[in-house]
């Protein structure tokens, strides 16, 4: 069983940052995905980020390239979120999510098992 706590979210203007930490617990973390997900109001959880914890390899959706960075600190077992340049649009709970490793980094919701709680990103115009 894996467990995960996520925290470090808030209300930001535009242009500002913000991390988000997760912190991972269970389970050797060596073997774990972890991405991030978000949710917008009336939208669908939508990928955002994910990180080998092994290999330290990477993927990003678009809208955030160049903006997000995913890192890890293994002294704490936590991987954080990075934001910079925050737009409006990227308001939305932000999920930590985790899984088994696979072949590829998955972007879909549906193939991770373990989720925290989220946390709330509000961004300002």
């Known amino acids: 069983q894996v467990q995960l706590v996520e925290s470090g979210g808030g209300l930001v203007q535009a242009g500002g940052s913000l991390r988000l930490s997760c912190a991972v617990s269970g389970r050797t973390f060596s073997s774990l995905h972890v991405a991030w997900f978000r949710q917008a109001p009336g939208k669908e959880r939508e990928f955002v980020a994910v990180f080998s914890w092994s290999t330290g390899t990477t993927r990003y959706t678009d809208s955030v390239k160049g903006r997000f960075t995913i890192s890890r600190d293994n002294a704490k077992n936590t991987v954080y979120l990075q934001m910079n340049s925050l737009k409006p649009e990227d308001t939305a709970v932000y999920y930590c999510?985790?899984?088994?490793?696979?072949?590829?980094?998955?972007?879909?919701?549906?193939?991770?098992?373990?989720w925290g709680q989220g946390t709330q990103v509000t961004v300002s115009s």
């Open positions: 999510a985790a899984r088994a490793p696979s072949t590829f980094l998955l972007i879909t919701p549906l193939r991770y098992d373990y």
